[in-house]
């Protein structure tokens, strides 16, 4: 006879990262609330703070800044996205899957290293690309042979940069998901097209992108999200300089890292609240319609 | 035939190419870096010694081993790297094993937060988790593992934000073994407990065995988490913010070539690490298994 | 400078024409204008200032005139004349051809070799600088930089207000026990003492090219002996300090972000200037004083 009993021993396995889930991601996130209706900053030290309600929110409405700082992001997001994270990572896969296997898989190794790669690491190499003669490799290898003037091409084309430097780590992750959906599309139809007389390029629009529909939704829905909340990489390559501050970025330095140590902690929060909000509605969204089947399957055994 | 052979042989070809000139940043960026650390400086890719004249090749880039600094950096990044992954590791095989085998109010509510969470943009609560930290620096005991400014706080955040993906697929792993075994342990009159450590652990090696490097490799390249919450100085650095802080020096003069050099010294464990677990890293980077390897 | 028809009188008064008042920012980048004309400095040579942020950049509001701290009200100011007189100053800097527009982000590699070596012919630099150039990026050390050297207070913008630099001292603060959760206040405070005598500090100082901080230092011998540190050491007299007010911080970034702007074109200077003092206004709310 079953037993229909369920169980209590399962909240044990489950404290550990239960506890460590309501420490940093639950009470953050209503922290970031609180303080936001606070002027907590380096001013009123931990002590002489008060609540101002929505004034924190007020004032992100009216400064002179953000309009230029959510346009600026709103640019860096959709040109990372479309140009990197969706498009080269279709271009790779789609490029690498034509190719004999063992030269596929280099390349598609190759176009990994940027994310494995330590984040200062990789933003020094590109540093070092775009940096001036004598030393930058862009100027040496492109500009000194033919006599034009070099100049440190990063605070000119700062905001394009930043955009390649991500672009390049983000377009593996567009790259690893759009090739195993290739690879996973009967190879019947894909020898079959080639025989009936399509061509390549007439075989990838006609019959491979149209299967890719679910994964390039995919991709782009949980890329915005994390193209619009992450900011290491622009922090190191240009600290928000000649344009690239961007929202996430902003926040960052108002309440925890600016150049005279002053630190806003009620504003810094305001702007990342907002974030906060942007990134649950997101993330349900993208539960709701990515929903793996399986999920919630019943376990097979009850406790005895 | 011979005909169809010829432009698919072309076609190739000019794949290949179009590859890549794609692919030039990233090639062009590596060779810098090997070049540089052997080089004195470096004109662009070529190596050159202080004159200006070619070669220039020397060793005495990488003499930053013989001091002390970088190793009290690299003692702190493997501190935090090895902890956070015994960390993750334990604590999401837990709750994976949970998840997938236990019958219990809430499940389907904890794995949808599960899901939610792997989405979730944890780096927007930076603010909000330096307060935390805070919380535990004023607790006596407490606060030497967990406070601000202390490897243990780094750990625990950096493990926490590694949970959803390493609950995620811990889960998947355990879906992916036979109930038979498990079955017959419990009837015997095997605990919970005993049958997940002595039984179910072991049968899921492929995954402790990806997440652990997975969160090593994390571990050992991490910088915004460390950047952060720890001050920064002798003593409280890792790799990262070492070789950051030698990169933004307003009043040090800037010696790239010693900055290629402390680079490589941070990537070699990478590529290492790399270059022996590309399918599991492969598997993980797109963001979990289905279920089983 | 000899090239340019200046007599070796002329350029060994300049310092003390600066500290008088008499040849004026405006002045120099007439200076810089001619030097180009005749071919003896490279176009974009002219005046090499700061390639990236840092306080050094007040200098020049200061120098029109600008007031930045109210001491008794313990408020910021902002004075909109000097503000978009300093602006367009550094417009003026690209505009005269003495300044390349896409100066701003030069790296310092870069910049300290062309400046060390003659490369510009003025720029705004900070004493610890001397003693990186002569170990890393002159040959023949110190000699060569006195031959082609020269150094001076930083001009004023007004035909006679005196030239003025900036200084920065740093201050060592000891946390107290509710802060830190430390109890070894009385150590620590021994151990500055410790530190803070003169003849570490006038180590410190000479290496590195730092003005000493202790009255005393300037009559110790080593530092007497240092040829460039006595010979600076005039210029603490007419200094000024970047204020010690919580906010400054927030001051400073907008001044910096709109005088970048403004350098490189985007926004001509009174409009760099009103945007400067809005942001000011919203961030400072009543810890500003508006001129």
């Not at chain 3, 008042?21 to 120099?28: A, F, I, K, R």
Request: charged letters at 15%; hydrophobic letters at 45%.
């Amino acid at each position: 006879m079953r037993k229909h009993k369920k169980s209590n021993v399962a909240y044990y396995f489950l404290l550990p990262a239960g506890i460590l889930i309501f420490l940093f991601f639950f009470l953050p996130v209503i922290l970031t609330i609180l303080i936001s209706f606070t002027d907590m900053s380096s001013v009123t030290g931990f002590s002489n703070w008060s609540i101002v309600g929505l004034n924190n929110y007020f004032k992100i409405f009216v400064h002179p800044d953000s309009l230029h700082i959510f346009g600026q992001t709103m640019i860096y997001v959709s040109c990372t996205l479309i140009f990197f994270n969706v498009g080269m990572g279709l271009l790779i896969a789609l490029l690498a899957y034509h190719l004999p296997k063992r030269v596929g898989g280099f390349f598609r190794s190759l176009w990994l290293l940027p994310r494995i790669t330590p984040a200062v690491v990789y933003v020094l190499m590109w540093k070092m690309l775009a940096a001036d003669a004598p030393y930058g490799v862009l100027n040496e290898l492109f500009r000194v042979p033919f006599g034009l003037p070099t100049t440190n091409l990063l605070p000119e084309h700062a905001m394009l940069f930043c955009i390649l430097v991500n672009g390049y780590i983000g377009a593996s992750f567009g790259m690893i998901i759009f090739s195993s959906a290739i690879e996973s599309i009967s190879s019947d139809i894909m020898t079959s097209s080639l025989v009936d007389g399509a061509g390549i390029f007439d075989r990838a629009r006609y019959i491979i992108i149209p299967q890719l529909r679910w994964p390039l939704l995919f991709v782009t829905t949980y890329q915005t999200l994390s193209l619009l909340t992450s900011f290491e990489s622009i922090m190191v390559l240009t600290d928000g300089n000649f344009g690239t501050e961007v929202w996430s970025l902003w926040s960052y330095h108002k309440a925890l890292n600016n150049y005279y140590g002053n630190f806003q902690y009620g504003f810094g929060s305001a702007l990342s609240g907002l974030l906060v909000v942007v990134g649950i509605v997101f993330a349900i969204i993208y539960l709701k319609y990515f929903k793996f089947g399986e999920l919630v399957k019943e376990p097979l055994i009850d406790e005895i | 035939m011979k005909n169809k052979k010829q432009p698919i042989e072309l076609n190739k070809i000019i794949i290949f190419i179009v590859l890549l000139i794609l692919s030039i940043p990233i090639i062009l960026g590596y060779l810098w870096l090997i070049i540089s650390t052997f080089a004195e400086v470096t004109h662009g890719l070529l190596p050159v010694d202080r004159n200006g004249n070619f070669g220039g090749f020397t060793l005495e880039n990488w003499n930053f081993i013989f001091e002390k600094e970088v190793w009290l950096a690299t003692w702190n990044t493997l501190l935090l790297a090895l902890f956070m992954t015994v960390g993750v590791v334990a604590v999401s095989s837990l709750a994976g094993y949970a998840l997938s085998r236990i019958k219990f109010n809430g499940r389907k509510e904890f794995l949808s937060l599960t899901l939610v969470l792997h989405a979730f943009p944890s780096i927007t609560l930076l603010i909000a988790i330096y307060f935390v930290l805070k919380f535990f620096s004023g607790i006596p005991v407490l606060k030497l593992f967990m406070g601000y400014n202390t490897i243990g706080g780094v750990v625990l955040v950096s493990l926490a934000m590694q949970l959803p993906l390493g609950i995620w697929l811990m889960k998947g792993f355990f879906d992916g073994v036979s109930w038979d075994v498990e079955r017959a342990a419990l009837i015997d009159g095997c605990s919970r407990f005993r049958t997940f450590w002595n039984i179910m652990f072991p049968l899921v090696r492929p995954g402790i065995a990806a997440l652990s490097i997975f969160s090593f490799m994390t571990g050992w390249s991490s910088f915004i988490i460390p950047y952060t919450f720890l001050s920064g100085g002798a003593g409280h650095e890792v790799i990262s913010t070492y070789l950051n802080s030698m990169m933004s020096s307003d009043t040090i003069s800037i010696n790239y070539n010693l900055l290629a050099a402390v680079g490589l010294f941070q990537l070699i464990p990478i590529l290492i690490f790399y270059f022996f677990n590309q399918n599991y890293l492969m598997k993980i980077f797109s963001g979990g298994t289905h279920g089983g390897v | 400078m000899k090239e340019l028809g200046w007599s070796a009188e002329e350029i060994d008064s300049l310092p003390q024409r600066i500290a008088e008042g008499s040849y004026t920012l405006d002045d120099m980048l007439e200076t810089c204008e001619r030097a180009v004309d005749a071919g003896v400095v490279e176009e974009g040579h002219g005046y090499w200032h700061r390639p990236l942020k840092g306080g050094d950049f007040i200098q020049f509001y200061v120098a029109f005139g600008g007031q930045i701290y109210d001491e008794e009200q313990d408020k910021l100011v902002i004075d909109e004349d000097a503000l978009i007189k300093c602006y367009q100053f550094q417009r003026d800097c690209v505009e005269s051809g003495a300044t390349p527009e896409s100066y701003i982000g030069t790296q310092w590699n870069i910049w300290h070799n062309e400046v060390a070596n003659g490369g510009a012919l003025f720029f705004n630099a900070g004493t610890w600088m001397w003693a990186d150039w002569a170990a890393n990026y002159v040959d023949g050390g110190e000699d060569t930089l006195f031959e082609n050297l020269g150094f001076a207070y930083e001009p004023s913008g007004i035909r006679g207000q005196k030239g003025t630099t900036l200084s920065h001292p740093l201050v060592y603060l000891v946390a107290s026990e509710s802060a830190s959760g430390s109890e070894d206040q009385a150590l620590a405070e021994r151990l500055i003492a410790k530190m803070q005598t003169t003849e570490r500090n006038t180590r410190h100082a000479v290496e590195s090219g730092h003005l000493g901080v202790l009255e005393s230092q300037d009559n110790y011998a080593p530092y007497k002996e240092s040829e460039f540190l006595s010979a600076a050491s005039y210029l603490l007299d007419n200094n000024f300090f970047q204020p010690n007010h919580p906010m400054y911080g927030l001051w400073f970034d907008s001044f910096w972000e709109n005088l970048v702007s403004v350098e490189q074109g985007d926004k001509t200077a009174e409009k760099g200037a009103s945007d400067c003092i809005k942001v000011l206004k919203l961030e400072l709310e009543d810890q500003l004083i508006v001129k």
